[in-house]
């Protein structure tokens, strides 16, 4: 309806790239694997393509309503997309962290060899306790307020929380970039609240009308 309203449309060469894009995004190669994959989804072709033309008119209508509201948005929330590269273990043992805490400061040992000693899921304690590139909005509250407060690189004084104690290195913080990967983040944030305003009020009148 918002479309129509403001006269978007499909184009057909838009509605085939966007359906080349999600084979590729679900590895259909050929007719036959796209077939299988249909069948499996219970979806027709025609489903196929109705969901192709919705995704291309969300962009369209994404970029039609927001994307003067952009760089405003940045500009006011730029502090949430700054983001933390850390490394944590969690220890059930409170005098173990900080016995180990002070050893990494007396470069006793590596965060490296205290992740590979006690960590107990294989895949995270090959990357040496590494968490990822995280948001404030990832981290609990007591760990955001501590690794948002430093100078990296930099080992944090162990963290209790519900009696776990977390040994948290903090390797870099990075300073968000508008570029293109965080301008369409921020796009599809927006169209995202919008959408769910709009059905929010649908609903409503489904109530009235019930």
Excluded at 100 to 112: A, G, I, K, N, V
Excluded at 177 to 204: C, G, H, N, P, T
């Amino acid at each position: 309806s918002a479309a129509q309203q403001n006269q978007i449309q499909v184009e057909l060469a838009e509605l085939q790239q966007m359906a080349d894009q999600l084979r590729s995004q679900n590895t259909l190669w050929s007719a036959e694997e796209t077939w299988v994959w249909l069948q499996t989804h219970r979806l027709t072709l025609d489903d196929f393509e109705e969901i192709a033309r919705e995704q291309v008119l969300s962009a369209k209508l994404a970029q039609h309503l927001f994307a003067s509201a952009v760089e405003p948005f940045f500009a006011e929330h730029q502090l949430d997309y700054v983001q933390v590269i850390l490394y944590e273990v969690v220890l059930d043992d409170p005098d173990l962290a900080l016995e180990l805490f002070y050893s990494l400061q007396e470069q006793e040992t590596s965060f490296f060899d205290i992740a590979h000693r006690y960590i107990p899921d294989p895949e995270l304690r090959r990357k040496g306790g590494y968490s990822g590139s995280l948001r404030r909005g990832d981290l609990r509250p007591e760990i955001s307020a501590a690794v948002f407060a430093t100078q990296p690189p930099q080992i944090l004084r162990p963290i209790v929380i519900n009696r776990q104690s977390h040994l948290v290195w903090v390797e870099e913080i990075v300073q968000p970039q508008l570029d293109e990967a965080l301008r369409s983040q921020i796009l599809q944030e927006l169209f995202s609240k919008w959408l769910q305003r709009q059905v929010a009020e649908l609903m409503k009148l489904v109530e009235v009308t019930l």
